[in-house]
């Protein structure tokens, strides 16, 4: 599939989301793809937790301001892939089916052996387990662009 958009799916999209976007952004060498975070349970926009904030600096990604946006179905279309941090079949109740993997999931080999799907959330944890989410998560971003053979 020539995907051209990527949107990272999570609960609140102010922690895993949105750690998500901005690292592969920063990989990212062709900037003709889009790539975005939403969440599921957004009540009002709430800015991004300082903590990953922090941290994406301190890794020298580069990342704007940004709040919390809720998903819509409306967002995905036939080139769009939707990569959530722990789930699928919630997605199911916005009609969403098709293009949908957890993060884990979509980069997993298929080696028939047992992973578990979801990213742990470091959400009132120290700051090793952010760091550890970082890194996870830019290793797992890095294998998505090569599955996809982006530039």
């Known amino acids: 599939m020539d995907y051209t958009k990527i949107i990272f799916v999570s609960k609140e999209n102010v922690l895993l989301g949105p750690m998500a976007e901005?690292?592969?952004?920063?990989?990212?060498?062709?900037?003709?793809?889009?790539?975005?975070?939403r969440g599921l349970v957004v009540l009002f926009?709430?800015?991004r937790d300082q903590r990953v904030t922090e941290l994406l600096m301190n890794h020298g990604?580069?990342?704007e301001e940004q709040v919390s946006e809720e998903f819509h179905a409306e967002q995905v279309d036939e080139t769009t892939l939707v990569l959530t941090m722990n789930?699928?079949?919630?997605?199911?109740?916005y009609g969403v089916t098709e293009h949908v993997y957890t993060l884990?999931?979509?980069v997993q080999e298929e080696d028939g052996k047992e992973f578990d799907p979801d990213v742990?959330?470091?959400?009132g944890s120290g700051d090793e387990a952010y760091e550890e989410c970082y890194l996870e998560l830019k290793d797992l971003l890095y294998r998505v662009k090569k599955k996809l053979q982006w530039n």
């Open 104 to 106: 884990r999931e979509f």
């Open 45 to 47: 926009a709430e800015p």
């Open 120 to 123: 742990p959330d470091p959400y």
């Open 22 to 37: 901005w690292i592969m952004k920063s990989i990212l060498m062709d900037k003709s793809k889009q790539i975005m975070s």
């Open 61 to 63: 990604v580069p990342c």
């Open 87 to 93: 789930f699928t079949e919630v997605l199911e109740d």
